[in-house]
């Protein structure tokens, strides 16, 4: 994993845009979620004590797909154990809440997308991670879903 690297790439623009989703609604405070990272489903899904969090904008190849196994143990080293806030959207994906989570102030998502490990979702994200898309990222499948 090469943090510094991704974070670099991330700083500039994404804690901005993080700061912002999470100071643009105190109406919906109650949708903020800290805690710790209790398990790593896969490159896009963590879970913080029983609550599952898919993350925004976010595809990463699913587990039996290539570059799969590498993006969960990513994040892995990243969160797991780790305290992260995250804002939840009030929606869910199959048993998920959706959110944009962060750790130290970066954007987790952000950084799978910088490491080559994961894609911009546009159709969710509205390219908000493109631009930290790397020559190897652009290899990895984008699910129809995506797609705007």
């Known amino acids: 994993m090469d943090r510094p690297r991704a974070c670099d790439r991330l700083r500039p623009m994404g804690r901005l845009i993080l700061a912002l989703c999470l ?3 105190p109406a919906l405070a109650d949708s903020v979620l800290e805690g ?3 398990h790593v489903r896969d ?10 969090v898919r993350l925004s904008g976010l595809h990463a190849p ?6 799969g196994r590498e993006a969960r143990a990513f994040m892995v080293e990243l969160v797991s154990g780790k ?21 130290d102030g970066d954007d987790i998502a952000g950084l799978l997308v910088a490491a080559g490990l994961g894609r911009d979702c546009p159709r969710f994200s509205g390219g908000r991670y493109r631009h930290l898309e790397t020559a190897e990222g652009r290899e990895l499948r984008l699910p129809r879903y995506c797609r705007p």
Do not use: H, K, P
Not at 43 to 52: F, P, Y
Not at 83 to 103: H, M
């Open 43 to 52: 490159g896009d899904t963590i879970e913080i004590g029983e609550t599952a």
């Open 83 to 103: 305290v992260v806030l995250c804002q939840l959207e009030g929606r869910r994906s199959y048993d998920r809440e959706i959110g944009t989570c962060a750790l």
């Open 36 to 38: 710790t990272v209790t």
């Open 23 to 25: 100071l643009a609604a």
């Open 62 to 67: 699913e587990m039996d797909e290539a570059g």
